[in-house]
């Protein structure tokens, strides 16, 4: 009898043990997206410098890339899988195959009174941030994706693409029957248009920076890093006591991959690495953050082929100028992690995060 007292014990002290793992929810959440940063890329900021964060990560899983009917993605389809749990057409943003709606992850934070920003060195309106705030079945109708974020409600957007807001008369592209700004402004956003004066904005404000007129300048033509826009962001979206959701995209990681150019390469994964490094640096302090880092897909099948014992020089090669369907790597820190080891399809990312923002959803939901 004893015996059996004890079995249903430990029994329940086992299953208490296995809740308590699976309902540990993190506060804030930071993604972080490499663009295109397939393992070889990792490989290379890992051999390339000997602090890289990402030999900080204490869970390491991988992502299938793949689009709906595609085993080549995008990078619209990729961050939709993400940003939705559903994979999708290349080119739709967080709209299925119907042009039906699907729910973000960072609608559900909103609704759970969390603030969600996003920070990205491309234009604002860009393929891979777009579907976080934006429902289009394409990523190239970018005055229609800038007017979405009117009513997104995000709390801070960091990144380019001031031509996409700006009127004609503005010296921007965008055609006269809408005035964007002027809703936005309506909507509480403090606009900036320089990193020096972004980075005395009030933390308590909505803030709306637009850097660059196009994307922002390559890491290594501009002042600040994508570590200072990412610390920025931190500094207002985590005086919302509920927590936040911030997706940090190093989008030109992909772009030198594409150029096949090894040494905007490095140094966009560089510059991706110094958010990397702020978003821990918040979390170790926090205590209740969980950091995840990954990529939408490989591009240009990126390999070391040589290069010195000590990695002074690496021999960089590109197989193609394309997207591949390389695995890429996801890295977690912190509450909840566990949940992002393994092997798993893209979109399963998105339904993880989904489950750590609802403690109603059942785990794993295929
Ligand atoms: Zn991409």
């Not at 229609?144 to 010296?171: E, R, T």
């Not at 990681?253 to 490095?266: F, K, P, R």
Request: aromatic share 12%; with cysteine.
């Amino acid at each position: 009898m004893i015996r059996l007292i004890w079995f249903v014990l430990v029994l329940c002290f086992l299953s208490f043990e296995i809740n308590a793992q699976e309902i540990r929810r993190p506060k804030n959440i930071i993604l972080l997206i490499g663009d295109g940063m397939g393992l070889n890329y990792v490989a290379a900021n890992i051999l390339n410098d000997q602090n890289s964060p990402f030999k900080k990560f204490t869970t390491v899983g991988l992502s299938i890339t793949k689009s709906i009917d595609e085993l080549i993605t995008d990078s619209a389809a990729g961050a939709t899988a993400i940003a939705t749990g559903y994979r999708t057409k290349n080119r739709y943003i967080s709209v299925d195959t119907s042009y039906n709606k699907l729910y973000t992850i960072f609608e559900l934070a909103r609704k759970k009174g969390l603030s969600t920003g996003i920070v990205v060195t491309d234009d604002v309106t860009g393929a891979t941030p777009a579907p976080f705030f934006a429902h289009i079945n394409s990523r190239y109708e970018r005055f229609d994706i800038a007017k979405q974020f009117i009513n997104s409600n995000l709390d801070v957007v960091i990144g380019g693409g001031a031509k996409n807001f700006l009127q004609f008369s503005s010296g921007g592209n965008r055609p006269g029957e809408v005035n964007i700004m002027r809703a936005l402004v309506s909507k509480g956003y403090g606009f900036y248009y320089d990193f020096i004066n972004l980075s005395k904005s009030l933390s308590s404000e909505k803030i709306f920076g637009l850097l660059a007129k196009e994307s922002l300048p390559a890491a290594s033509k501009r002042e600040y890093t994508l570590g200072n826009l990412t610390s920025i962001a931190l500094n207002h979206l985590n005086t919302n006591e509920d927590g936040f959701i911030l997706m940090v995209e190093g989008s030109q990681i992909d772009w030198a991959g594409h150029d096949t150019n090894y040494v905007y390469l490095l140094s966009e994964l560089e510059d991706f690495s110094t958010a990397v490094n702020t978003a821990l640096e918040f979390a170790q302090k926090d205590k209740n953050t969980l950091v995840i880092v990954t990529a939408d897909h490989e591009t240009g099948g990126m390999t070391i082929t040589d290069g010195t014992y000590t990695a002074d020089s690496l021999k960089i090669e590109f197989v193609n100028t394309h997207h591949t369907a390389g695995l890429v790597g996801v890295f977690a820190a912190g509450p909840g992690e566990d949940l992002f080891k393994g092997i798993y399809d893209n979109y399963m990312i998105g339904r993880k995060i989904f489950f750590l923002l609802d403690d109603s959803l059942e785990y794993p939901f295929n």
